[in-house]
């Protein structure tokens, strides 16, 4: 079993930075591939970035590409999603989740553990 916990969600004006942490417990975070999504009322959950458990290999959403990166960090069992150039479309839930499989994939469908989720509005 795996827990994760998101942290860093807030309040931002357009054009701002944010950064998203996300801690894991419970298994050893070496193997997991980790991911970030989000989601608005009344949509569904749109894949933001992904990381392998290496942290060799990355994929990030057209959608946020130059703007948004994802790293991990093993020591402190972490994975972070840096937002620059925030847009209020970015407006949303952010939710952590890890795969056991160890990749970087972008599929809801592929992940097993899923946090609860931090808050991000940007306001224009």
């Known amino acids: 079993q795996v827990q994760l916990v998101e942290s860093g969600g807030g309040l931002m004006q357009a054009g701002g930075s944010l950064r998203l942490s996300c801690a894991a417990s419970?298994?050893?975070?070496?193997?997991?591939?980790m991911g970030w999504f989000r989601q608005t009322p009344g949509t569904e959950r749109e894949f933001v970035a992904t990381?392998?458990?290496?942290?060799?290999?990355?994929y990030i959403a057209d959608s946020v590409k130059g703007r948004f990166t994802i790293s991990r960090e093993h020591t402190k069992n972490t994975v972070y999603l840096q937002m620059n150039s925030l847009k209020p479309e970015d407006t949303a839930v952010y939710y952590c989740?890890?795969?056991?499989?160890?990749?970087?994939?972008?599929?809801?469908?592929?992940?097993?553990?899923w946090g609860q989720g931090t808050q991000v509005t940007v306001s224009s």
């Open positions: 990381i392998n458990w290496s942290g060799a290999r990355t």
């Open positions: 989740a890890a795969n056991s499989a160890g990749g970087a994939v972008d599929a809801t469908s592929s992940y097993d553990y």
């Open positions: 419970g298994r050893t975070f070496s193997y997991l591939g």
